[in-house]
């Protein structure tokens, strides 16, 4: 009998039977509509080599070293006799886009220019590419300039090519169709004729992008966010905002208007971590703020953005603004709530409407600082707070309480934004799988009549946080699922929900875990994305209580629950999440309402906790099947190490 039973919790089949009670008196608890949603931040390539789909890398040379991510093989540059050709960095330095090339061709079968793309192009069969180019003749007979995409082994997998016209600057469009799927593509530029001719904004955008907007975004990554229907969508960061130095700040100004004006700068994250450097990551910005507002608005998203406070990254140096410099900063806030809401007569409202958004796009959030701490934040940001409500005291400020979830800065920061009377106050926590488990219950204890909390960045991290062996695997995700049922349990002061970091280019990583990965030409969802998604496609609209014996369900037997009704489309919504190695039972005994018939169960589950997604297998993604559910009785099997969601009709 003894070995029966051992057997059977190897098998992981003992049911433990847990009695719960669904009791659906109202709670008067709100689950917002912004509760579950997305944190968007340029690392790991998120912007430039992923979600924005330009293929060129320094597709206008700007970068510090300006033809990184070209190369000449036909090149001679140091032989005086045999030149083939080479190109010659110009630079204009009354130009925000200071830097074109002069390409001087002597042999023109002799001379390329190839561009590596960001760790090579995916270019797909029979799909069409938009190139073009910015070009100026300078001398000589240089008629045609030949654009061929080739593949690994050097073969052309579509080519196209574009007359010039003049000695004068001029944008020439071309399209070329692939023959082939290839993963590691390279942009191949030629010439005929020889002499010299002016280059500037080399770019190659796939016509299939989102939405099928030219220079848009990568397809297939906006409809992984899309799919997760989320609440609100921040951007553009994390430490990014803040920069390494406030003159490497994130400043929305620089990227709006004529994309190919938008002055680059240095991405924070290229050189952030010795064990993963980037030296070719830089902010074209051709994601700026307003393709993002127009990604909110496509997403169904409130859109969030977060400003600098005139403080530098505290990781890095910390600089800060003199209190009496503060006022461009604290103008930026202001100028960006009007060119989000402002009428199109306003400066910046114009400036929305010239870029093709005559509409406002309903901004109701504005994020005053990262992840600040100590005196000097909250110095800043009374400014702002002062400056904002005075102007638009409808906008909801959200304001941050540091890098870490207690500790000296965390109670000091509440502290001061208790006093304050703060509106909504951001808390980061990347921490062990454990952690987030013995957390469900963390707000619990907070003030009902305090600030609300955006709990802003979060991840479980399987070794340490930052390590480079961090992984998306079961063990995490299942630990975010147990801790996500105590933030909605607290929607009364749970506001804002999101995961950090959102993307990562698998070649191109600085940070794991992420929430989406992807390569040139794939993207997979992790476990931790589909955790996030339980969440986020079933919020409800309305918290109840489920309790074992009046007590909520925070971790005995291992098991964790929520619920809330859904008063649009009359059901109920429960969650719960079994951390076991166990399988177990849920008798549920509805108070107040009846159910109607039958119902949804969704199960996310894996016994193996190291598991992982990867882009040949999603192994751990929910499965949807009908159980039985009416009158007053709900029973819910729930697998060792999983999370369920049922979904049932009220009478
Ligand atoms: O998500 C990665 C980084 O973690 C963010 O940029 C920062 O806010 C946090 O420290």
């Not at 966010?225 to 989320?230: A, F, G, I, S």
């Not at 003030?447 to 340490?464: N, W």
Request: contains cysteine; proline residues 4%.
């Amino acid at each position: 009998m003894k070995y029966l039973v051992i057997a059977l919790l190897l098998a992981g089949s003992l049911s433990a039977q847990n009695k719960y009670t669904l009791d659906f008196k109202d709670t008067g608890v709100k689950i917002q509509p912004t509760m579950y949603g997305i944190f968007f931040e340029d690392i790991n390539y998120g912007a430039d080599g992923g979600l924005y789909a330009e293929l060129v890398k320094n597709r206008s040379f700007e970068f510090d070293t300006p033809l990184m991510g070209w190369d000449q093989p036909g090149s001679d540059r140091h032989s005086l006799n045999e030149k083939s050709g080479y190109a010659t960095v110009v630079r204009d330095d009354s130009k925000t886009n200071k830097n074109y090339i002069r390409v001087d061709v002597n042999n023109d079968s002799g001379y390329s220019l190839v561009n590596e793309g960001f760790f090579g192009m995916g270019i797909k069969a029979g799909a069409s590419y938009d190139v073009s180019v910015w070009a100026a003749k300078a001398q000589g007979n240089i008629s045609e300039v030949r654009f061929q995409l080739i593949d690994a082994a050097g073969n052309s997998i579509g080519e196209s090519a574009v007359t010039l016209a003049s000695k004068d600057w001029k944008q020439y469009p071309t399209v070329i169709k692939a023959t082939k799927t290839e993963a590691k593509a390279k942009l191949k530029v030629t010439f005929s004729g020889k002499g010299s001719v002016l280059l500037d904004m080399v770019s190659m955008f796939p016509q299939d992008t989102w939405k099928g907007r030219k220079g848009g975004l990568r397809k297939d990554l906006v409809q992984k966010l899309y799919d997760l229907k989320p609440g609100f969508l921040r951007f553009p960061g994390g430490c990014i905002v803040e920069g390494r130095i406030l003159e490497e700040r994130y400043q929305w100004k620089k990227s709006v208007g004529k994309v190919d004006d938008r002055e680059l700068l240095v991405n924070r994250w290229n050189k952030e971590f010795k064990h993963r450097p980037a030296p070719d990551y830089y902010q074209t910005f051709g994601l700026g703020f307003y393709e993002y507002f127009q990604l909110a608005e496509d997403l169904g998203a409130s859109p969030l953005p977060i400003l600098s406070c005139g403080m530098a990254c505290q990781f890095n140096t910390g600089e800060l603004v003199e209190m009496h410099d503060i006022d461009p900063y604290v103008q930026d806030a202001l100028d960006l709530i009007e060119f989000a809401n402002g009428d199109v007569s306003t400066k910046w409202g114009k400036l929305r409407s010239d870029m093709g958004h005559p509409k406002t796009f309903d901004l109701k959030f504005i994020g005053v600082g990262n992840e600040q701490w100590g005196p000097d934040y909250f110095e800043r940001y009374k400014v702002f707070e002062k400056a904002i409500h005075g102007k638009y005291p409808n906008i909801t400020i959200v304001s941050g309480s540091g890098p870490f979830p207690n500790g000296e800065y965390f109670d000091y920061g509440w502290k001061q934004l208790k006093d304050m009377k703060a509106q909504i106050v951001d808390e980061h926590y990347y921490n062990n799988p454990q952690w987030f488990k013995d957390n469900a219950t963390r707000y619990d204890q907070y003030d009902r009549k305090g600030p609300k909390v955006f709990a802003g960045e979060y991840a479980a991290q399987s070794v340490a946080i930052a390590s480079p062996d961090n992984k998306n695997n079961w063990d995490c995700a299942l630990a975010e699922a147990a801790f996500m049922t105590g933030l909605e349990r607290n929607a009364e002061v749970v506001n804002m929900c999101s995961y950090a970091p959102l993307f990562a280019h698998a070649e191109g990583w600085q940070w794991t875990p992420d929430l989406i990965w992807f390569n040139s030409l794939e993207s997979y969802k992790t476990p931790n994305y589909y955790v996030q998604q339980l969440y986020s496609n079933n919020p409800g609209t309305d918290l109840i209580s489920i309790n074992d014996g009046g007590k909520p369900v925070t971790g005995k037997n291992g098991m964790f629950a929520t619920a809330v009704v859904d008063k649009k489309t009359n059901e109920v919504i429960v969650k719960i999440v079994n951390t076991t190695a166990s399988a177990q039972t849920s008798d549920i005994n509805l108070k107040g309402k009846t159910l109607s018939g039958t119902a949804t169960q969704t199960t996310l589950g894996n016994t193996n906790l190291s598991s992982e997604n990867s882009f040949t297998s999603e192994t751990l993604a929910p499965k949807t099947s009908e159980i039985k559910a009416s009158g007053k009785n709900l029973n819910i099997g729930v697998p060792a190490y999983s999370m369920v969601v049922v979904r049932a009709k009220i009478k």
